[in-house]
């Protein structure tokens, strides 16, 4: 019987952003336990994300962090295999089409409401540049790119 196990490419390079929206996560309550269970999911129903778009998260350092899991720990909290984790708040940028599943490892904050599973969809296909456009780009806004791939590979 082979053992499965994740496999987790996270690609960073640091480009210039030309393309895609960007997102507070939560809006002006930000990144922290909510309210209600369902806020997350809630905001996330506001808006439809695509590939490219950055994620904005606030919170005060040392009491939450951005976690990001399979579909199964996520629905499970479970935070022992974490396919991406980072202690600060932050923005990342998401450079794929797929459902990604973003939680806080601290205490009980994901059995508690703060988590959200988002869909980015394919990013559109720009439409051809005409011959007297352009290739410039502005170096002045460069930011952490992030490409989360995840899947089952045997040993």
Request: glycine share 6%; with cysteine.
């Amino acid at each position: 019987m082979m053992s499965m196990k994740y496999v987790i490419v996270l690609v960073i390079a640091i480009a210039a952003i030309a393309e895609g929206a960007e997102y507070t996560v939560g809006d002006n309550m930000g990144w922290m336990v909510p309210p209600t269970p369902d806020y997350y999911a809630s905001w996330v129903s506001k808006y439809s994300f695509v590939e490219n778009d950055t994620l904005v998260f606030n919170f005060e350092e040392g009491m939450h962090d951005i976690t990001v899991l399979t579909k199964e720990d996520f629905d499970a909290c479970n935070m022992k295999n974490p396919l991406f984790q980072s202690p600060k708040p932050g923005r990342v940028t998401v450079d794929a089409s797929d459902t990604f599943y973003f939680t806080c490892s601290f205490g009980q904050h994901c059995a508690n409401g703060q988590k959200f599973a988002i869909y980015f969809a394919p990013a559109p296909l720009p439409p051809s540049p005409s011959p007297s456009a352009s290739a410039a780009t502005d170096q002045s806004l460069d930011t952490q790119r992030f490409k989360f791939v995840s899947r089952k590979m045997g040993n």
